[in-house]
């Protein structure tokens, strides 16, 4: 299959930072990128579609602003959280498409758990 | 308005018996469902998927079936195993743009 990673694995900031979180796809090459949140015990809420060179199409009631997404490379989508707040912290999750998946698969990371004291 | 719902958030069957779990859509648009798998600390993974087209799609103990009319899926696993213990994510897109609306996922215990 195709291998998608993060890191940090886990971010501990103070309120007020910002925090920088990067995937990659390890083995292909991504056009596009997702970023979810995911609370406890919910479902996995789509942030935004990172696109390669372009900007990133955020889903509505996202804060653009807020979340920086930026996609230099066809391997490597980076979420900031800027000035980031404890209601912030959350669990952030990507994913890509691969052509090697099912027509709509997305390879998801591992996952990133933020807290923001 | 959540357009993919996983009523039961949780499930615990024998192993060796059957586990089925239910999701509903209320978007008549979506044609293309798919069913993830997530262990603790891990990002979810593909188990299995179906198009609109269909009402039944198998791969070894997993068989997925669609009742368009209803706007429901299950995902039947049998016969069940320890490690199938998990959290289980019904998704749901439009066409092939790659973009899921998930479920807020059925955690399923298999007892040995």
């Known amino acids: 299959g195709a291998v998608v990673s993060q890191h940090p694995s886990r971010v501990i900031c103070k309120s007020g930072t910002s925090v920088k979180i990067e995937c990659r796809s390890l083995d292909f090459q991504a056009t596009t990128m997702f970023w979810y949140r995911q609370f406890p015990k919910k479902s996995l809420m789509l942030m935004a579609t990172s696109n390669e060179g372009s900007k990133a199409t955020y889903e509505q009631g996202v804060e653009k602003d807020k979340f920086l997404i930026n996609h230099a490379s066809l391997t490597l989508s980076t979420l900031t959280v800027t000035s980031a707040h404890p209601e912030d912290s959350s669990f952030y999750i990507c994913?890509?498409?691969?052509?090697?998946?099912?027509?709509?698969?997305?390879?998801f990371g591992p996952g990133t758990r933020l807290t923001v004291l | 308005d959540q357009q993919v719902k996983q009523n039961s958030p949780s499930l615990s069957v024998q192993e060796g018996r059957i586990s089925i779990l239910n999701c509903d859509y209320t978007n008549s648009m979506f044609d293309y469902f798919l069913w993830y798998k997530k262990y603790p600390a891990e990002g979810p993974t593909f188990l299995i998927s179906i198009s609109s087209i269909k009402d039944k799609n198998e791969d070894g103990r997993f068989t997925v079936f669609l009742n368009k009319s209803a706007k429901h899926l299950s995902l039947h696993i049998v016969p069940s195993q320890p490690g199938d213990s998990a959290v289980y994510f019904c998704a749901a897109s439009v066409g092939n743009a790659g973009k899921s609306t998930f479920g807020d996922g059925t955690t399923l215990t298999v007892k040995p």
């Open positions: 994913s890509a498409s691969s052509d090697r998946g099912q027509d709509n698969e997305q390879f």
